[in-house]
């Protein structure tokens, strides 16, 4: 009973964070300023992290785990670097 539980809240989270990177996408085509498409930017990284865990919890395997780090670790640098130059207009001073 539980098993199936956990792999129901498991697929209804994927689906979720499907459709949440979905509207990061929107956002950050449709982004009426470059701020906007950071920020959308940075929640798709984030959602891009949580579905790998989530692939990884269903499948087992610690391999997606180490994916969703290095997603995480690539995309805190580029939101940084890219909001960096957003305020001063240059990355590295």
Same mark, same amino acid.
């Given at each position: 009973?539980?098993?199936?539980? !956990?792999? $129901?809240?498991?697929?209804? +989270?994927?689906? %979720? /964070? @499907?459709?949440?990177?979905?509207? =990061?996408?929107?956002?950050?085509?449709?982004?009426?300023?470059?701020?906007?498409?950071?920020?959308? !930017?940075? $929640?798709?990284?984030?959602? +891009?992290?949580? %579905? /790998? @865990?989530?692939?990884?919890?269903? =499948?087992?395997?610690?391999?997606?785990?180490?994916?969703?780090?290095?997603?995480?670790?690539?995309?805190?640098?580029?939101?940084?670097?890219?909001?960096?130059? %957003?305020?001063?207009?240059?990355?590295?001073?």
């Amino acid at each position: 009973m539980s098993h199936g539980l !956990l792999t $129901a809240a498991v697929i209804a +989270a994927q689906i %979720l /964070l @499907l459709l949440a990177m979905s509207f =990061s996408i929107i956002r950050m085509v449709r982004g009426p300023r470059a701020q906007d498409r950071v920020l959308a !930017l940075d $929640a798709l990284y984030v959602n +891009a992290m949580l %579905l /790998l @865990l989530t692939i990884g919890i269903r =499948s087992g395997s610690l391999l997606y785990v180490e994916a969703g780090l290095i997603i995480a670790l690539l995309g805190f640098a580029s939101t940084v670097a890219l909001s960096k130059f %957003l305020m001063r207009g240059q990355v590295i001073e």
